[in-house]
Each structure stands twice: as structure tokens, then as C-alpha cells.
């Protein structure tokens, strides 16, 4: 299981740090990404850590979000600025071998078949 906080609702421009923490044992070949769902949309790849220790981001987020985790490669963290009313969602943390390869959290069926998802936290952006 993970665990998602950090989530609020925030002015657009503002920005928020997401946080997501396993409670139990993380197996090392599973890497940790960050995915969105909006209210009537598909759920879509925001951002990971990769494989070989690279990041990669969703196009609408690139340069304003930053993925990162801490040395033990446990807790996995979102940084995002320059907030704006489409970025208002519920933001999930998941965890797969799968978000180790290259490139898969661009991929519009990112979120398919991942093994451990959170329970999520609501970020809302708005005015």
C-alpha cells in the first residue's frame, strides 16, 4: 500500500509538494510514478522515477513539476508550481516494475495493470 498527502486547494499560480510513502516493504526492482485523474477523464501519467534513476513527465506538467525520492528510494515526492485550474485533480502515487522502463509514464495506457496504486489526494486549483 501507499500512502498520498500534501494535496489542497490552492490559487492558480501557487505551488504544492505531494508526498507518497509505502507502509510496507517496497520491493527494489519496482519503480514509483504519480498519475491524475480529473473528474470525467482518463487517468494519465504525470511523472517518475525511472529505471536507471532518470525522471519523466507528462507533456502538460513538463517544467513545471518536479518528481523526486529520497535516498532509500521509498518516499517519492511531486514539487509543483505555476499551478493552474487544469491541473485540478485527484493525484495517485503507484508503484510497478513497469514504471522502471523508459518512457512509460507518457503512455496513454500508462495506467493500465500497475500493481500498487494509494488511495489518492485531491489537489484543486482555482480561484
Known amino acids: 500500500q501507499l500512502r498520498e498527502s500534501g494535496g489542497g486547494s490552492v490559487p492558480p499560480g501557487s505551488s504544492l509538494r505531494l508526498s507518497c510513502a509505502p507502509s510496507?516493504?517496497?520491493?527494489?526492482?519496482?519503480?514509483m510514478g504519480w498519475f491524475r485523474q480529473a473528474v470525467g477523464k482518463e487517468r494519465e501519467g504525470v511523472a517518475a522515477?525511472?529505471?536507471?534513476?532518470?525522471?519523466s513527465y507528462g507533456d502538460s506538467v513538463k517544467g513545471r513539476f518536479t518528481v523526486s525520492q529520497d535516498n532509500d528510494k521509498n518516499t517519492l515526492f511531486l514539487q509543483m508550481n505555476s499551478l493552474k485550474p487544469e491541473d485540478t485533480a485527484m493525484y495517485y502515487c503507484?508503484?510497478?516494475?513497469?514504471?522502471?522502463?523508459?518512457?512509460?509514464?507518457?503512455?496513454?495506457?500508462?495506467?493500465?495493470?500497475?500493481?500498487?496504486w494509494g488511495q489518492g489526494t485531491l489537489v484543486t486549483v482555482s480561484s
Open positions: 503507484a508503484a510497478d516494475p513497469l514504471l522502471c522502463l523508459e518512457g512509460w509514464v507518457r503512455r496513454e495506457d500508462a495506467a493500465k495493470d500497475l500493481d500498487t
Open positions: 522515477v525511472e529505471g536507471d534513476g532518470s525522471t
Open positions: 510496507g516493504y517496497m520491493y527494489s526492482t519496482y519503480c
